[in-house]
Every structure is written in C-alpha cells, then in structure tokens.
C-alpha cells in the first residue's frame, strides 16, 4: 500500500518546501543533462554547452506552457478563480502543454544557434522521458493523478479530501502515477537503447517518443478519475494523445521515406 507521508518537504524560515517542488526541479536537472550528455556524445561536442546556456529559457517557458494549458482545459475553474492561475506550488502543470511549448522554443533555439532542430529536438526527449518518470512522484506527495478505486496489493490511499465527491467513502485507489513512472522509465530505457542506431537519421526518436508516450497517457488515463477535462465522456488528454500520435507517425515516414529516396 502507498501513501504519502506529506506534501511538504520541509520548513524553510517558516516557508513551506514542497515536495512537489523538489521532484520537480530534480526531474527537470536530470532531463537537461541527459539531453546535454547525448548531443554532447552523438552529435556536436562544442556546441552541447550551448544546451546548458538556453536551458533555464527553455524550462522557463516550458513551465508556463504546462501551466497555460492546464488552466485552459480547467478553464471553468479558472475563470472564476483568476487569482488561482498564478499558485503553481499546488501542481496543476500538463505535460502536453510543455511538450507543444518545448518544441516551439527549441525551434527557435536551433535557428538562433544554427543547430540541427531534429538532434536537438531527439536528445531532448530521451531527457523528457526520463524527467516524466521521476516527476509522476511530486503527484504521489500531493495525493493526485490517481486512478480508480482498487483493492490490490499496490494500491494508493488517498485522504479524504483528495478524493472526488463520488467516490468519498473509499480509501484505496489505482497509483496511476505510478502506472506512468514505470512506463516513461520504460520509454527512455527504449529510447536510450536505440539512439546510437538512429542518431544518422534526427527525427526518428523524438517521433517515437511522441508515440510511445502518447500510448502510455491513454493507457494510463484510462483509469484516471481527475481528468481535467472530457469530451463527450473522452478525457482531453486521450484526445490529445491521438492527435500527437497521428502527427508523429506522418512525420517518422516522412523521415523515413525521405532517408531511402
């Protein structure tokens, strides 16, 4: 059985440090130095310093891009809680906004720094991959991103004021965090196995990425019970998903065709 201990970590001059925050912040150092040490490897060892300069601009950007997007499609809520949008330290960050903002940014990098958008854009996904999977944990301290209710070995207890107005009398639901931590751990771990043979060929592996992941996310929402938003019963996420999906695989063959002409 989980459960979290507390959402905060620790007490600093009486302000509270979340542990949200602090997954968070390792997540993010630990995917931008794996983005750092593959172009570093693979590709360009003079220019992968420049990773580390436009980085804090990236994680910046793609931070707001998360948040953004989660108070659109939770726009119902926001809308009459203006205020709310700018309190990030109670979670509320969508990893779809991040990546749509990610990928717009690290065009522009590209341009500005004349870099090859495509190994940049593959080195830093097998970064994202492996930061989703540390960062699912910050939901596990806040007692979010949880599923439906379960009685298996592994299941999550859940506060009671966590839990949906439906399901208030259980204690027990599906880690879903956890459902997603194993499998974008798994996706890197996929990813990483496979750079060195598609390193010749950018693209492949940040297409890849978006299908893999995206597979996972309707897996994983599948269970989910505090989807932000649904579509005629269709969770957002789900929707989003299919459209990267479909986006991904026309690219990858577009890639591919375009290696063997």
Known sequence: MFQSPSEIA??????????????????????VYTAFMLYKNFYDKEKAFLIIDFSPVVILVGIL??????CLVNYSYYLYNPTEILNIRQGGLSIHGMIIIGILVLFYFAKRYKIEFFKLLDS??????????????GNFFNSEAFGTPTNL?????????????????????????LYESILDFIIFLVLLSIFKKFSKTPGVIACIYLILYSFARIFVEHYRVDSVLNIDGIPVAQ??????????????????????V
């Open 153 to 177: 070995p592994w299941k999550l207890y859940i506060p009671l004021e966590h839990r949906p107005s439906q399901f208030i009398n259980f204690e027990y639901f599906h880690p879903t965090f």
């Open 65 to 70: 891009g998360a948040r953004l997007y989660y």
């Open 124 to 137: 830093f996904f097998v970064g994202t991959a492996l930061a989703q999977s540390i960062g699912r944990w």
């Open 239 to 260: 929707l989003m998903s299919l459209i990267l999906i479909s986006f991904a695989s026309l690219v990858l063959i577009f890639i591919l065709t375009r290696k063997h």
């Open 10 to 31: 620790f007490s600093l001059l009486g302000f509270p440090i979340y542990w949200y925050g602090i997954i968070l912040a390792l997540a993010i150092l630990v995917g």
